[in-house]
């Protein structure tokens, strides 16, 4: 058996996937600007070789599909060249959002395993609640965030809360299905073991329930806070906000920014990764001070 390696095995994969998107990238990027690029000579009178079309799409000031390096260009603008208070700012705009989806995230963990309980317990809650957490996730957010803002907003509640809640209803259920089958992960024998050491129902939920659901419940907490972000982001699409990574997608289809779009969504997926591997990190230091070798 051979050893493991980290180039070969992680490293050389990543970048060859990363490589083929690029290349694929590119070519699009040509494919899509190339018309544009060609009508607007046709409009100068101007005649212009394949290699001066490939040129020009890659220096559009609106494509339809940016280049990388617009891309790029764009973040670094906005990030680093940008007074972090500063309302043309990318890090301003994510810390707006991501305040909506550390809450929302929150209420979800506590609402999600607070279900999973209960359903694990309770055999009427099973019955009744479990096909109702199930079917309430198939109505696209996109339908139910306005409702939602404009309810709160009738009644007197705006700011954060509202997309709060609606991360929270995106990340209360991978929680719920986690840990209702983590509850339930422990064997059969093992249960009958606790029963055989008269242990009541509380007993056995901390010290054979709870930790056999680690491992579930880390695995539905990265789910969770990646669409935890995206409910955020949706969240401030209807309320017409001006502040936080979805309102800088909107006014970038307003205006036609097509590379503030592309820069708005790739910090979001940095976001996202950043918060995932937060949740990486915390499932590893649990699972080690349980005792689960990696």
Known sequence: MTSPSLLRDRVLPVLTVIFAILVIWHVFVVYLNAPFVRDQAARDNETLSFGQVVERTFVQERPVL???????????????????????????????????????????TVLGILLAVGIVHNRAMDRSLMPWVIASQ????????PMIIVVLNAVGISGVLPKALISTYLSFFPIVVGM????????TLLLDLMHTYNASQTQTFWKLRWPASMPYLFTSLKVAIAISLVGAIVGELPTGAVAGLGARLLSGSYYGQTIQIWAALFMAAGLAAVLVGIVGFAHGRVLKRMGVKP
Request: charged residues 15%; glycine residues 6%.
């Open 66 to 108: 940016p280049a990388p390096h617009q891309i790029a260009v764009e973040l670094w603008d906005t990030t680093v060249n940008k007074a972090i208070t500063s309302k043309r700012s990318l890090v301003y705009h994510a810390w707006i959002t991501l305040s909506a989806t550390l809450l929302g995230f929150a209420i979800g």
């Open 138 to 145: 198939t109505i696209p957010i996109l339908a139910v965030a």
């Open 180 to 187: 209702v089958k983590g509850l339930r992960s422990p064997d």
